[in-house]
T-cell receptor, first 116, second 113 residues
Framework: GEEVAQTPKHLVRGEGQKAKLYCAPI?????VFWYQQVLKNEFKFLIS????????ETGMPKERFSAKCLPNSPCSLEIQATKLEDSAVYFC??????????????FGEGSWLTVV | SQKIEQNSEALNIQEGKTATLTCNYT??????LQWYRQDPGRGPVFLLL?????KEKRKERLKVTFDTTLKQSLFHITASQPADSATYLC????????????FGRGTSLIVHP
């Protein structure tokens, strides 16, 4: 598609439940990024993929967060045993190129996770 | 990693005036800097990219400057309109050679008719 598609738009989970978010990058884009934005705070980088391979996962809280990008499937971000502080908007973004001279990344509309 | 500072106070200006937003960074000099616009409830939208060897970049009513000595970028919107009201984010590579953008907290711009 011509835009990054994220689902669901809103998700409510009880503390301790699992949450799974999906992202379909723009067709032809090889790189996928996940960011977390808590309230109006800055974006926290979580993980990036080059096709189905993890490229950088330095931002991932690995004990409860996991992510995948499998061929012919939307990418996913899963949070096991959600906590209240996981409440945030999770943005997926994609880009076509990777270059140290600068690359434009295109964001989806975000998935709003509320943990109660 | 890079630390990015943007004015957390909203900038209120009158329609038709030029809005100027500031982005300061504190660590290494990045190869490029980007500006994005974010509307409430939406994802950020890319506006402009300026590279370290460029002092100024323009696109329609937008102008970005990049001063690597001051470690600062200025983002200007000339002849501002109420539709320009949004949060503007600057982004830089997370670290030297990285292609992953780190975002500032953004500055909210409110243009009054």
């Amino acid at each position: 598609g011509e835009e990054v598609a994220q689902t669901p738009k809103h998700l409510v989970r009880g503390e301790g439940q699992k949450a799974k978010l999906y992202c379909a990058p723009i067709k032809g884009h090889s790189y996928v990024f996940w960011y977390q934005q808590v309230l109006k705070n800055e974006f926290k980088f979580l993980i990036s993929f080059q096709n189905e391979n993890v490229f950088d996962e330095t931002g991932m809280p690995k004990e409860r967060f996991s992510a995948k990008c499998l061929p012919n499937s939307p990418c996913s971000l899963e949070i096991q045993a959600t906590k209240l502080e996981d409440s945030a908007v999770y943005f997926c973004a994609s880009s076509q190129y990777r270059t140290e001279a600068g690359n434009t990344i295109y964001f989806g509309e975000g998935s709003w996770l509320t943990v109660v | 990693s890079q630390k990015i500072e943007q004015n957390s106070e909203a900038l209120n200006i009158q329609e038709g005036k030029t809005a100027t937003l500031t982005c300061n960074y504190t660590n290494y000099s990045p190869a490029y800097l980007q500006w994005y616009r974010q509307d409430p409830g939406r994802g950020p939208v890319f506006l402009l990219l300026i590279r370290e060897n460029e002092k100024e970049k323009r696109k329609e009513r937008l102008k970005v400057t990049f001063d690597t000595t001051l470690k600062q970028s200025l983002f200007h919107i000339t002849a501002s309109q109420p539709a320009d009201s949004a949060t503007y984010l600057c982004a830089l590579p997370t670290s030297g050679g990285s292609y992953i953008p780190t975002f500032g907290r953004g500055t909210s711009l409110i243009v009054h008719p």
